[in-house]
């Protein structure tokens, strides 16, 4: 850590506390500053579960197959988007719960029609829901 330029020293210039560890979830961290340095600051981060790719999109009459790689660890379940733009603007969203589940069937849409679809695992703690990153977006054709 470093103030003015000068690097300060832990548990000389400062110290840290933190409530919480290392699993899904919203921590508080406190550095508190010691002699010359008094004072303190408290920052809150989150832990969001890690994320999963895309294995496989698979076109079908008026639809499409997503297949995701399992995320067992940390998840909740799994969030689903698609849309007609690489954007992803104006995108339509799934949930599938439970973290054993690995693939989602998406109907009624638009034949002939290019689509992209992403992919999210999610956790809920206490009352809150923490999300991972979206995949990368992977293109696939609806049959007609």
Aim: hydrophobic share 25%; net charge positive.
């Amino acid at each position: 850590m470093k103030l003015g330029g000068k690097v300060l020293r832990k548990n000389v210039d400062y110290t840290v506390s933190c409530k919480g560890g290392k699993k899904v979830g919203s921590y508080k961290v406190t550095v508190k500053g010691k002699g010359a340095y008094a004072g303190s600051k408290t920052a809150t981060f989150k832990i969001v579960p890690k994320g999963t790719p895309i294995s496989k999109v698979k076109s079908t009459k008026k639809g499409f197959t997503v297949t995701w790689r399992k995320q067992r660890k940390e998840t909740t379940g799994y969030q689903i988007r698609y849309s007609t733009s690489k954007s992803m603007k104006g995108a339509k969203a799934k949930t599938v719960k439970g973290a054993s589940k690995s693939s989602l069937k998406v109907s009624k849409l638009k034949g002939g029609k290019k689509y992209y679809v992403q992919v999210r695992t999610y956790k809920k703690v206490g009352g809150k829901t923490y999300c991972s990153s979206w995949s990368k977006a992977k293109a696939v054709k609806t049959k007609r």
